[in-house]
């Protein structure tokens, strides 16, 4: 057993979120017992998540992607309503980490998808906060179809590839999530191939003209890990259970 208080602090200093500039709080979003034994970690807090926490007897829920997003509408109304309803009724907290959870260096989403993939850090890359995206190389050289390959057998889920480069690759730059954006920010680093969760439409043109590979490999399948990691992480420090609940998203 923890103290609410307790976990959200060691987390917060773990994670260092006074570093970064986001786009919606990070740590506490919704407070419920002070004394936690029992979390539930997902990718987004989802009505369906939210009900599978209850059934498991949850404190707390461990999200990448939370709530009270900059630009949201404020009034607490519809989805918003029921979703708030279920956490505050049931007295379970809900904690979510955005970009810090990104960023981590062991316990981040682009940290942790290096290790599945078998990608070696070298330097970080992208954004006006603390750089998130990640670049490194494969242990040898490999066919761009046999990478593809491999990263949609490791995340269980197809990509969308835009062949626009080498046919034998090993550099590669990454982000998960929706930052297709920073595709020129990886042509740049002259790597062979960029890896990122979503794709835009302008991005396949800057693809091709650029001569880069670019891989859409899912934005919930990339960002699954993180939180896994920092759950795990957390049961082991505090002694309490954790529980990782995936709720499938093909995007």
Known sequence: MVQLIELLNYTDNLLEVERFRDYCPNGLQVEGRDQL?????????SQALLERAVAARADAILVHHG???KGEDPCITGIKYRRLRCLLENQISLIGYHLPLDAHPVYGNNAQLAGRLGLSIEG??????????????????????????????????TSL??????????????CSGAAQSYIEKAVSLGVDAYLTGEVSEQTVHI?????IHFIAAGHHATERYGVQALGEHLSQQFDIEHIYIDIPNPV
């Open 161 to 174: 590839h835009i062949a626009a480069g080498l046919e034998i690759i090993q550099s590669v730059a990454w």
């Open 124 to 157: 970080r890359f992208g954004g006006d906060t603390p750089a998130i995206g990640m670049y490194g190389r494969l242990p040898q050289a490999t066919p761009i179809a046999d990478f593809v390959a491999h990263t949609e057998a490791v995340l269980g889920q």
């Open 37 to 45: 034994t029992k979390i539930v970690s997902g990718v987004t807090a």
């Open 67 to 69: 709530y009270f997003w």
């Open 207 to 211: 693809a091709r003209e650029s001569g």
